[in-house]
């Protein structure tokens, strides 16, 4: 569909700058939308993080620390980290991989299956 302008020369750049104004709204419309769209999947995924699995490492590494009578800052110093740390971890703030899931058995003197279902 052609458009033909049937009005002055400044009536015509009006609609044309009008148009273009709208058709970049509308793009930055589309990036909002998929913006929150996907803050809102992330949101979700975070939540994995508390997922039962991940309680239960936190709950078994917590356990094994009292066990073996360590405070979180000597498990810290062990580590090379701050007490901080050590707290985030076992309130379940701080996810951690299996390299430090096998420094933590290490300290504490246990198998990886112990902390895992």
Known sequence: MEFVPTSSGAESGLFEFLIC???I???L?????????????????????????????V??????????????????????KTQ?????VEAGQRRIDIVQLK???KIYKKPLTFFIK
């Open 29 to 57: 419309a589309y990036y909002i939308m998929e913006y929150i769209i996907l803050f809102k999947e992330v949101q979700i995924m975070s939540k994995a993080i508390y997922s039962k699995d991940h309680q239960y490492i």
């Open 59 to 80: 709950e078994q590494l917590r356990k094994a620390r009292k066990e073996i009578g360590l405070d979180q800052v000597a498990v810290a110093g062990l580590l090379g």
């Open 103 to 105: 420094e933590f058995a």
């Open 25 to 27: 709204y509308s793009i």
């Open 21 to 23: 104004r709208l058709i």
């Open 84 to 88: 901080s740390h050590v707290s985030k």
